[in-house]
Nanobody
Framework: VQLQASGGGLVQAGGSLRLSCAASGGTVISNFMGWFRQAPGKEREFVAAISGTGGSTYYAGSVKGRFTISRDNAKNMVYLQMNSLKPEDTAVYYC??????????????????WGQGTQVTVSS
């Protein structure tokens, strides 16, 4: 499975961006899908995750209420709608796929496939 993240860019604080993650080379319908981010000089951190059916979603406290994760299994796509962006949201954002339903969705080590990342820069 290959994951391709897109949609990043430069936006002013308070603005919005929508990230997309396209899966190819296999299906991720039953997989948990997650978004992680890594800012310069910082460790990778969990942002959001969604169950295979889309019925369950999970968010980091720092983005809850501002970001929304969704998926379209018919298109093998996952999205991250980011509103009310802040300068501290600046990072490279990665999408990831987790085959197993076991284990925590917030731990990056539990994910099997990763996209290449897309840069999000929020100016103040």
């Amino acid at each position: 499975v290959q994951l391709q993240a897109s949609g990043g860019g430069l936006v002013q604080a308070g603005g919005s961006l929508r990230l997309s993650c396209a899966a190819s080379g296999g299906t991720v319908i039953s997989n948990f899908m997650g978004w992680f981010r890594q800012a310069p000089g910082k460790e990778r951190e969990f942002v959001a995750a969604i169950s295979g059916t889309g019925g369950s979603t999970y968010y980091a406290g720092s983005v809850k209420g501002r970001f929304t994760i969704s998926r379209d299994n018919a298109k093998n796509m996952v999205y991250l709608q980011m509103n009310s962006l802040k300068p501290e949201d600046t990072a490279v954002y990665y999408c990831a796929s987790k085959r197993s339903r076991l284990g925590s969705v917030v731990l990056g080590t539990g994910y099997d496939y990763w996209g290449q990342g897309t840069q999000v820069t929020v100016s103040s």
